[in-house]
Nanobody, 121 residues
């Protein structure tokens, strides 16, 4: 069984920082892109940041300059360092990975269960 488990969410004041972590585990053949999405109440899930297996990154305009995505391929982990947090960053943050698992040998999307980030003003 393959799973993604997030950690690091919580409550922080505006201007503060948080670091999210996500660990992929299971019978994984290869992990391609890894990323973070978020969903605020009443809104659609949106891409926050993505990092390819070679380390290329891309960010939503709303978080550029404040958030940094990174990954540790040896540990099958992805991180999101969030600085200068604002109340509009409040959302459930989901880890996403495009992985090839040994059972199917096909590239598929996998999601974590999400971690709540709340930024107070």
């Amino acid at each position: 069984q393959v799973q993604l488990v997030e950690s690091g969410g919580g409550l922080v004041q505006a201007g503060g920082s948080l670091r999210l972590s996500c660990a992929a585990s299971g019978s994984i053949f290869r992990i391609n892109d890894m990323g973070w999405y978020r969903q605020a109440p009443g809104k659609q899930r949106e891409l926050v940041a993505v990092v390819t297996s070679s380390g290329r990154t891309d960010y939503a305009d709303s978080v550029k300059g404040r958030f940094t995505i990174s990954r540790d391929n040896a540990k099958n982990m992805v991180y999101l360092q969030m600085n200068s947090l604002a109340p509009e960053d409040t959302a459930v943050y989901y880890c996403n990975a495009k992985m090839i698992i040994r059972l199917t040998m096909t590239n598929q999307d996998y999601w974590g269960r999400g971690t709540q980030v709340t930024v107070s003003s």
